[in-house]
């Protein structure tokens, strides 16, 4: 049972920074993060869950919410088994609960469908306030 732990939320003031982390265990035999598309949403109260940002489970290429594209930065570490976001320009309406998401029958990631992915971890919690 892959099993995603979230990491690094917290408090900025607009135009601040912050880097999430994604903590992957429980790969079947022989699997490694590469194997797997892997994927960060995000969610603010009352909405349904945002893309933000994924990477391709067949040739590990990253796609990118547009209005994310040039502030946010997603990375992953195969040898740690950890994916990363790193944002920057934080806005007031990037404030969210934001998850990591996976699923290893999934080519490519998709930002469109939260529903698309079986693996969720519980969030990290991001504010952004002056």
């Known amino acids: 049972q892959l099993q995603l732990v979230e990491s690094g939320g917290g408090t900025v003031q607009p135009g601040g920074s912050l880097t999430l982390s994604c903590t992957v265990s429980?790969?079947?035999?022989?699997?490694?993060?590469?194997?797997?598309?892997i994927g960060w949403f995000r969610q603010a109260p009352g909405k349904e869950p945002e893309g933000v940002s994924c990477?391709?489970?067949?040739?590990?290429?990253?796609r990118y919410e547009d209005s994310m594209k040039g502030r946010f930065t997603m990375s992953a570490d195969k040898a740690t088994n950890t994916a990363y976001l790193q944002m920057n320009s934080l806005q007031i309406e990037d404030a969210g609960n934001y998850y990591c998401?996976?699923?290893?029958?999934?080519?490519?990631?998709?930002?469109?469908?939260?529903?698309?992915?079986?693996?969720w971890g519980e969030g990290t919690q991001v504010t952004v306030s002056s």
């Open positions: 998401v996976a699923d290893p029958r999934l080519l490519m990631c998709v930002l469109s469908r939260s529903r698309a992915y079986d693996y």
């Open positions: 429980g790969f079947t035999s022989g699997a490694t993060l590469d194997d797997y598309a």
């Open positions: 990477k391709n489970g067949n040739d590990g290429r990253y």
